[in-house]
Each structure stands twice: as C-alpha cells, then as structure tokens.
C-alpha cells in the first residue's frame, strides 16, 4: 500500500558527495519513520539513518559528521546527504518506511525500495 522509488546512487571518488533521494507513496500514517539501510556485498543490512515523522533523527555513528538525513513531509520525500565518502561506505542503499498505528511501541508495517547502487572508488 506504500511504494517507495529511490534514486541518486552512483559511482564517486573518496571523498565526493551524493544526495540520495526516496519518494513515498500510497497510505502513510501519521507515525511513521523513514530511513536508510545499506547492505555490501557478504555483509548483514545495517540501518544507516532514520527520520521520525516529528523530525527525531538517528545516525549510526561511523557516518556521523558526514551524512545527514532530512525529510520533506509535504512530498513525502526523505533525503540521505553524503559527504566524504569513503570506500567502506560502497553498498546498496534501501529506503525504507515504518508505520506505526497510534503509538510508537506499534509498529505495523514495514515497507523497501528496491536499492540505489553507491559505490566509492578511485
């Protein structure tokens, strides 16, 4: 009932930036949480960052400094800003969305996008 396009992955040097970007359609509910999850090659899906739909952030602490996540709830829209990229950083990165039904101890349903490529190589 929620469909999530990603998009702004590619191959950058160390050091560069990219903005990734992912669009959510369909039956948001008003608590939700919107983040990125990365998963490289052998290696579990790690949660990159989130954003609560009242603004709450969390960003895993090898990325703090660098990246920044923010939303645009009027488009639904949440953004991963990445600077100084590193080659550690190469994987797929996933939107994902969480709603939660009334509280936030409830959470429902849980949906993916379906990847944007970053990859971090001279």
């Known amino acids: 009932q929620v469909q999530l396009v990603e998009s702004g992955g590619g191959l950058v040097q160390p050091g560069g930036s990219l903005r990734l970007s992912c669009v959510a359609s369909g039956n948001i509910f008003r608590l939700n949480v919107m983040g990125w999850y990365r998963q490289a090659p052998g290696k579990e899906r790690e949660l990159v960052a989130h954003?609560?739909?009242?603004?709450?952030?969390y960003i895993r602490n090898s990325v703090k400094g660098r990246f920044t996540i923010s939303r645009d709830n009027a488009k639904n829209t949440v953004y991963l800003q990445m600077n100084d990229l590193k080659p550690e950083d190469t994987a797929v990165y996933y939107c994902?969305?969480?709603?939660?039904?009334?509280?936030?101890?409830?959470?429902?349903?849980?949906?993916w996008g379906q990847g944007t490529q970053v990859a971090v190589s001279s």
């Open positions: 994902n969305l969480d709603n939660y039904e009334r509280t936030w101890t409830n959470k429902v349903e849980d949906y």
């Open positions: 954003i609560l739909s009242d603004g709450k952030t």
